[in-house]
Nanobody, 114 residues
Framework: QVQLVESGGGLVQPGGSLRLSCAAS????????MGWYRQAPGKQRELVAR???????NYAYFVEGRFAISRDNAKNTVYLQMNSLKPDDTAVYYC????????WGQGTQVTVSS
């Protein structure tokens, strides 16, 4: 089973940007769709963005136009560029297959606050 390690989170002011990375221990090329998810305190985990092997991506309505997902199969890494961050984006961010195929990693905390 592929192991996933997320990184790149932190504290950022509203309107700021962060770039998250997800490094996989195994080959993600065989995973057709990879996704970024998030879970805010007291809320269920939700899918934020998904990207297929051909490069086609789709986004949740609440991040459309602000976030961009990408994947580098040669590096077994998935990225999430987050721009124009809002306080509502505060959450722990995770990556996994879409639908989830692996054990969840520890995630990376993103806090948007002034």
């Amino acid at each position: 089973q592929v192991q996933l390690v997320e990184s790149g989170g932190g504290l950022v002011q509203p309107g700021g940007s962060l770039r998250l990375s997800c490094a996989a221990s195994g080959n993600i090329f065989s995973i057709n769709a990879m996704g970024w998810y998030r879970q805010a305190p007291g809320k269920q985990r939700e899918l934020v963005a998904r990207i297929w092997n051909g490069g086609i991506a789709n986004y949740a309505y609440f991040v459309e136009g602000r976030f961009a997902i990408s994947r580098d199969n040669a590096k077994n890494t998935v990225y999430l560029q987050m721009n124009s961050l809002k306080p509502d984006d505060t959450a722990v961010y995770y990556c996994n297959g879409a639908p989830p195929l692996s054990k969840w990693g520890q995630g990376t905390q993103v806090t948007v606050s002034s």
